[in-house]
């Protein structure tokens, strides 16, 4: 039977690697790619201007790549309980694609679609391929227990065998007998989002760093697997937070929206690792990937994973509650100009290094202000271009000392931290160009530079710039303390691995078992 086909994009916001694209085109003969514009994910106070930007630039991309196929993007705006149903009657529907989303809000909007798609006689297919493994089956491998530190990751990954490898973007070959139907009245129906449609003051925005896109996502990467030396020798702890242009690949917001398929980024690294001496997980590019799927995988195993409260493996802290202090962190007005220096950055372009989200996150958790860990992680949803449901939870809770890392003595300092890479404060002086005339002895302490100094870099602390709103010294050592506390409290089996109901290691052999086996007949 030819089938009438909606392929539902969501994040998977590419033509590469995309199984479930492909699913789609198999005995269709009207195809239908689709991006809803859903209030719940975009809204105003969950999206900054720069990921809606990102977002905008992406459709914009895949809407381009499609035509190219003599087919569109068809953007519709509203719930996806509300206009699926309206769509398959309206395009006479017999078969939905799309590819798989562990997020808890895209399971539950899942079922309901798939419900209302029998409803309407819908086939549905979705295919994993927005991480490298079926993170069901990785829990799977582990006994139905959820790993909860990277080397057992590792353990578990080796017994499944490497990723999948990635499947090429559909054909004009491959299209030749699928039709769109593209009218003058769907154009204006199904356009792309404009910059405005959020609601976005959109007078001052920034310079745009990193466009979203397919096509942008595949250029970065291969101008960096061109750099075959950097890449066989990259180890993420000797990257630098504080560079005046980014020390790693920053291809994490192409991860995020799908441009770029995680298996494809994966396999290229392979390629460019073959033969030559190359760094391991968990500092190289290829551990760097499977950080994100040790994320995914606790994010997939544990209940309430974005919560401190109901989340069996967090520790509980009694975070104080500080909007003051809260708001001077998100307004980069702390007063130290490392952490503000960053702040800065990442409102501006988006995009900030992993150890200076380190140092943010510490400084506002454990480190110095003492506050909840999903405030954090509200902003940084909000602000970062890569913004991630499981891994943005993930990292904040390892740095806040909750999950996964517990070694809440080891305190990030806010002066010497960032003064380790940039002796002259040049990162602070880019994006704090207020303070730019401070001489290097003062840059990260400009408080303590004399009156005389300050009058000379035009730059008055506590006028022109804030005083510290916290003693580093004083405070992160009572913090210490109050960790201690926390830590003393947690129950015995905190950091035991939440189970699976129905997690039950699989008969069948892994992959290496059979390789074993295969070798040894030989
Ligand atoms: P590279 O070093 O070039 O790494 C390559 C890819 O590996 C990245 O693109 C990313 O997909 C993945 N990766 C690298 N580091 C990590 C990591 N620690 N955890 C998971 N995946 C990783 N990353 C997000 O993509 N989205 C988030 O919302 C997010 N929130 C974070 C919050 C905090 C508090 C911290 C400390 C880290 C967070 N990270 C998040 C992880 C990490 O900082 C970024 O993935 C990384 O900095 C992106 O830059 P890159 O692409 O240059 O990374």
């Known amino acids: 039977m030819a089938h009438s086909c909606i392929h539902w994009f969501r994040k998977g916001l590419r033509l590469h690697d995309n199984p479930a694209l492909m699913a789609a085109l198999r005995d269709c003969k009207e195809l239908y790619p689709v991006f809803i514009l859903d209030p719940y994910l975009y809204n105003k106070a969950s999206v900054g201007i720069n990921r809606w930007r990102f977002l905008v630039g992406t459709l914009k991309d895949l809407d381009n790549s499609l035509r190219k196929l003599n087919s569109r993007l068809f953007v519709v705006r509203g719930k996806p309980e509300d206009v699926f149903p309206k769509l398959f009657n309206k395009w006479k529907v017999t078969k939905l694609t799309y590819e798989y989303d562990t997020e808890p809000y895209s399971l539950s909007r ?78 204006k129906e199904h356009e792309l989002p404009t910059l405005e449609e959020l609601g976005h003051d959109t007078t001052d925005v920034f310079e745009e760093k990193f466009p979203g896109g397919e096509q942008e996502a595949l250029r970065r990467l291969d101008e960096h697997m061109q750099r075959t030396g950097w890449v066989c020798s990259f180890e993420k702890p000797q990257t630098s937070p504080n560079s005046l242009s980014p020390s790693t690949t920053v291809l994490s917001p192409y991860v995020t929206f799908g441009c770029l398929s995680a298996r494809t980024f994966w396999w290229r690294l392979t390629e460019v690792y073959q033969g030559k001496k190359h760094s391991d997980p968990p500092v190289s590019l290829h551990g760097q990937l499977l950080w994100r799927e040790f994320f995914y995988t606790a994010s997939v195993g544990i209940p309430n994973f974005n919560k401190m409260e109901g989340n069996s493996v967090c520790t509980q802290v009694d975070w104080d509650t500080n909007p003051e202090y809260l708001a001077a962190w998100r307004e980069a007005r702390t007063g130290f100009p490392y952490i503000d220096a960053i702040m800065t950055q990442l409102r501006q372009e988006g995009w900030i290094h992993h150890l200076a989200r380190h140092s943010v996150a510490c400084f506002l958790t454990r480190g110095d202000l003492y506050i909840n860990w999903e405030e954090g992680q509200k902003v940084f949803e909000e602000l970062l271009l890569d913004g991630d449901w499981a891994l943005n939870a993930g990292n904040w809770q390892w740095l806040s000392a909750s999950t996964f890392f517990h070694q809440f003595f080891r305190v990030y300092s806010p002066v010497a931290f960032g003064k380790k890479t940039d002796k002259n404060g040049d990162y602070i002086k880019k994006y704090l160009p207020f303070l730019k005339k401070f001489p290097a002895a003062y840059i990260y302490e400009p408080w303590k530079a004399p009156r005389s100094v300050q009058e000379a870099a035009g730059c008055i602390v506590g006028k022109d710039y804030p005083r510290p709103i916290v003693e580093h010294e004083v405070i992160s050592k009572k913090n210490i303390q109050r960790m201690k506390a926390a830590y003393a409290k947690r129950s015995a089996n905190a950091s035991e691995s939440p189970s699976k109901k129905q997690g039950v290691k699989r008969k069948q052999p892994a992959i290496t078992d059979v390789m074993k086996k295969k070798e040894k007949k030989k």
């Open 110 to 187: 899942d079922k309901t679609v798939t419900t209302l798609a029998k409803e309407h006689g819908v086939d549905v297919i979705y295919k994993i391929s927005h991480t490298l493994y079926d993170i069901e089956r990785v829990i799977e491998e582990n006994n139905g227990k959820t790993p909860l530190t990277y080397v057992k990751m590792q353990a578990i990954l080796k017994s499944l065998g490497p990723p999948k490898k990635p499947i090429p973007a559909p054909t004009v070959e491959d299209m030749e007998d699928v039709k769109t139907a593209s009218s003058e009245k769907h154009e």
